[in-house]
């Protein structure tokens, strides 16, 4: 056997050392690499975003989630603060807080963070309940330790599905059109009609709508609850603003005694808008006309009337429209330049601004993409919300009456 020299040996014995530090040194950042697990009581469910079953739920349900291996520091810093954050299917960021006041419509509750502490272990553990205002599909939770400055971040993810027994239907039937016509597809701005028969005579019987996203809307107060007639039948609206979303709804009526349940489809579809005039509008950011959730987007407007009042509004990804704050164009060229905050409550994917001259009445459209961000933002200030208006102050859950609605309804301006 060839004798090892003694600097062979010696080679030899700190590569030995070095593998033996380095193993330690994974070892060390394995075990204190922070981790999120979920639990749910409905098993597993494909997710998109991993490619990979994730745990599964329903709306109403509640899940637990545990937050592991974050720092624990010396006196007297004590355990490490953690903020959680909920990633949405559609990209939306919403801290645990806010993810409990969407209405499923605007959606739009201020993203207060504070951080929940570990215990001296570096374990945390949160109860969240799935509203039914969170649309189906697949969600991220993401926990980040702020003494480590957001070294020890991790994540898990989870599927909201369709859930629960649809339940005994009897005799009860109904059928959802368009307000006096014999169609089931319905433009934003219009009346749905809904007829039901076959329910127990003098029942409440309740209503609501699942959009197409999963998110449950409820009926206006005084049509949402409605008495059956002594044979049974019951009949409620529903106006359809610009604020909802397109696609294939389904209305569910349920009988409060008899337990009867009965559904009905229907579309519905947004109003064609048709540029008109030679106006022109542009929105960017210094590097084109994409950028992540929280960012400014500058939209240019030129040739509309001196001096005019502009009006602005969004339409979403999903079909939806929300109203901006106005502005006046130049009184001298018809220019005008307004910011765009865009936050992490916002949808990811692509947008078309709308700008509409008051007294021109030329319209024209602008297309910007919404990338996704990371996370949220401690903010003790309420960023300006996006209300259903043109009126900055108006909250977003308070109806806007246009002075003009015939000119609205025309050209497809939102009517809500």
Known sequence: MRRLSLRSAFAFGFSIFIIVILGVFVYGSAASQARVEIFTPQGFAPCATTNAPAPAIFQTQSLLARFDYYRVLEPPFGPEPVEVDITFPD??????????????????????????????????SLTITVPGTWPYGCYRLTGRGLSSGGANTASAFFVVIPGGQPGPSGNATIRATLNGQETNVILQGQILEVDGRGFIGGELVSFWLTAPDG????????????????????????????????????????????????????????RPVTPRGPARLSVVVPFGAQAPQRSIFYANG?????????????????????????????????????????????????????????VSQQLVIATFTLTQTSDTIANPQPVPLIGLDNNPLTPPNIPFNDPNPADINEYGNPDE
């Open 302 to 358: 030129d040739l509309f009337f001196p001096g005019e009042r502009v009006d602005l509004w969004l339409t979403m990804p999903d079909g939806s429209v929300r109203g901006f704050p106005s502005t006046f164009a130049d009184p001298i060229a018809g220019q005008f330049m307004v910011e765009l905050f865009l936050d992490e409550r916002l949808p990811v994917g692509f947008y078309q601004l709308t700008a509409q001259g008051a």
């Open 91 to 124: 990209g939306r960021i919403f801290t645990v807080g806010a993810s409990q006041l969407l209405d499923g419509v605007i959606d739009m509750p201020t993203n207060v963070q504070f951080a929940r502490f570990t215990n001296n272990g570096g374990q945390l």
């Open 215 to 270: 998110t449950v809307i409820d009926f206006p107060p005084g049509q949402q609850v409605i008495r059956a007639t002594p044979a049974g039948a019951v009949s409620t609206s529903f106006q359809f603003e610009g604020k909802n979303p397109v696609g294939r709804y389904t209305v569910t009526a349920l009988g409060n005694t008899s337990g009867f349940r009965a559904f009905a489809h229907f579309e519905l579809r947004s």
